[in-house]
């Protein structure tokens, strides 16, 4: 008996921690300013957050959760969730256009690194004037400390990768 209520048990813990994962944004319409003058439209289709393992796209006016599993220091897999529940090993990233002046539109990129070492990886961007992908330089993250990234001018999206842990 004592065996049987743990097995239920475990099994209702794991589908209540499946419920949470989100591995894919639904569709939607995305809409920003692309220069002073000019508006940029696209739809964004139902799509995986992570296009390949570990490499994760965040379209602009995204907020999302990126849970890690750590092994030997190292980040071994990562996946989108719905709530925060896991704080100590979770990410946030808010990607976000600041387009209240249209003579100084800004795109900022915040994130949230909960781990006791720097957090560190790379970024490639696509904007609504160049429609092609340009690397982008980031600043690693101290540990348990947060980041601001800014850019000024649209971005669209952009492809987050090499997670790393040092």
Aim: proline share 5%; glycine share 2%; hydrophobic share 40%.
């Amino acid at each position: 008996m004592k065996t049987l209520i743990v097995f239920l048990f475990s099994i209702f813990s794991l589908s209540l921690y499946s419920q949470n994962d989100k591995p894919k944004r639904s569709a939607y319409s995305l809409e920003i300013a692309a220069t002073e003058t000019q508006q940029y439209g696209m739809e964004v289709k139902e799509s995986p957050y992570f296009v390949k393992e570990k490499i994760l796209q965040i379209y602009c006016g995204e907020k999302i959760f990126v849970e890690c599993e750590i092994e030997a220091d190292t980040i071994s897999s990562m996946k989108v969730v719905e709530k925060n529940i896991n704080p100590e090993k979770t990410i946030i990233i808010d990607f976000s256009q600041n387009a209240e002046n249209r003579k100084e539109i800004r795109t900022d990129l915040y994130v949230k690194n909960p781990f006791s070492k720097i957090l560190k990886y790379n970024a490639s961007m696509f904007t609504p004037i160049s429609q092609k992908w340009k690397s982008t330089s980031i600043i690693p993250i101290d540990p348990k400390l947060e980041n601001f990234e800014m850019w000024p001018h649209s971005i669209i999206t952009l492809v987050l990768e090499n997670w790393k842990l040092e």
